[in-house]
């Protein structure tokens, strides 16, 4: 079983407002993803770190969300001006390599925008 | 452009009998194929995974999956079902690095 941490479990925020979530990965697991699940499980790539850098992220990223994974620290995804279609379960995922081996997820946190 | 296809989206199948998911995937080359479950909206736990060589992968619970090139499938199996198998079912592959997923087939056990 998965010993990825993700806290929240649930998050309830108003629109415009900022909501954050965080993740403990894995010891041992460089590499940290986050993945969006929409209610028609439809699952977007967001970012992807590898200790504290940025590997890959998506242009939605770059915008209303930010992400970082400092030394020692969870990592932390945070939208800052939540939407209504931001409403999803938010998947964070560790691996021990960072060029295609299996990722295991936490279980999740779901947002809620209001 | 890269996709994994799940056609079924919901299964039914009585206690005891056999299972099988179906799953393709659309890339140029042979990407790391992997099966995973998601209980009551939680988070994925991983079944099994297919990088290379034999075609045939044994994952947790008795499930296994066999890879296709020809194909282009990884269609996941199981022999005999429990009711504790109820469950959505994800394939996905990784490329690049990141997992493509597909839709979900949602397997329901009768007694």
């Known amino acids: 079983n998965s010993k990825v941490i993700q806290t929240p479990r649930y998050l309830v925020k108003g629109q415009g407002q900022k909501a954050k979530m965080r993740c403990i990965p894995e010891k041992g697991h460089p590499v940290v993803f986050w993945y969006q699940q929409n209610k028609n499980n439809e699952f977007k790539f967001l970012i992807n770190?590898?200790?504290?850098?940025?590997?890959?992220q998506i242009d939605m990223t770059e915008k209303r969300f930010s992400a970082e994974c400092p030394s020692n620290s969870p990592c932390s995804l945070e939208i800052q001006s939540s939407e209504a279609g931001d409403s999803a379960l938010y998947l964070c995922?560790?691996?021990?390599?960072?060029?295609?081996?299996?990722?295991?997820f936490g279980p999740g946190t779901r947002l809620t925008v209001l | 452009a890269q996709s994994v296809t799940q056609p079924d989206a919901r299964v039914t199948v009585s206690e005891g009998a056999s299972l099988q998911l179906r799953c393709k995937y659309s890339?140029?080359?042979?990407?790391?194929l992997f099966w995973y479950v998601q209980y009551q909206r939680q988070g994925l736990q991983l079944l099994l995974k297919?990088?290379?060589?034999?075609?045939v992968v044994q994952g947790v619970n008795g499930f296994e999956a066999e890879f296709s090139k020809s194909d282009s499938s990884f269609h996941l199996r199981k022999a005999s079902v429990h009711w504790s198998d109820s469950a959505v079912y994800f394939c996905?592959?990784?490329?690049?690095?990141?997992?493509?997923f597909g839709s979900g087939t949602k397997l329901t056990v009768e007694p």
């Open positions: 297919y990088y290379s060589g034999d075609p």
């Open positions: 770190f590898q200790n504290q850098e940025v590997l890959q």
């Open positions: 890339y140029s080359g042979t990407p790391y």
């Open positions: 995922a560790s691996s021990r390599s960072g060029t295609g081996g299996e990722q295991y």
């Open positions: 996905a592959a990784s490329i690049y690095n990141v997992l493509y």
